[in-house]
């Protein structure tokens, strides 16, 4: 009887021709996720440019308002607040997403004392003050601008793994900022 001796087991052992696949399939995920990580961390550091800068760009200009006739500056300060003028600044938020205050204070020691306020009615947050108190002195005008946004992430919003839960919140990060600019 003879035997036949089989081949087959080590062809496949030794042949390369699908190796390449297997590689693809292990490492096309991998590369993919670490694109989608770095479009995601590209687009929220562009969102937190863009508040600071709309926060500073505003402080800046609202602080050249000189209130003559009295409400004057109340006037601008209501310019600053529509979607198109936020969209004029920082094209790369949301306006819906952009909460904004804005004030007008005079420094009393180390009290500052509102003058116009945005919303309307608006009082300063504990923050508001410390900023506004490390930057005017006695006697000074300033303007105290702060920006909210939310940044919600476009890629991986709501991204669940099972057994962690939700690793990114679908509400978003909150991003705040503040600026302190002494008037003219």
């Known amino acids: 009887m003879m035997r036949i001796k089989s081949v087959w087991p080590r062809r496949f ?3 390369a021709g699908g190796s390449v696949a297997v ?3 292990i490492l096309a995920p991998v590369i993919i996720l670490m694109l989608a990580c770095l479009y995601e961390f590209g687009t929220a550091f562009q969102a937190m440019t863009a508040a600071n800068r709309l926060a500073s760009e505003y402080a800046i200009s ?3 308002c000189v209130d003559n006739p009295t409400g004057t500056c109340q006037t601008e300060m209501g310019l600053y607040t529509p979607a198109a003028s936020i969209g004029n600044i920082a094209p790369q938020l949301t306006a819906s997403r952009v909460g904004l205050q804005m004030f007008q204070v005079s420094m009393s020691g ?7 306020s945005y919303p309307s009615g608006a009082a300063l947050s504990a923050a508001q003050t410390t900023a506004a108190q490390a930057s005017l002195t006695t006697g000074e005008n300033g303007v105290i601008v702060t920006v909210n946004y939310t940044y ?3 890629v991986f919003g709501g ?3 099972p057994g962690f839960g939700n690793i990114i919140p679908t509400a978003g990060f909150p991003m705040s900022y503040t600026v302190v600019q002494l008037k003219a």
Do not use: G, K, Q, R
């Open 23 to 25: 590689e693809f399939a």
């Open 110 to 116: 180390t009290t500052p004392n509102v003058t116009y």
């Open 62 to 64: 609202w602080a050249d």
């Open 13 to 15: 052992l030794w042949h």
């Open 159 to 161: 991204l669940t793994i």
């Open 152 to 154: 919600i992430p476009a």
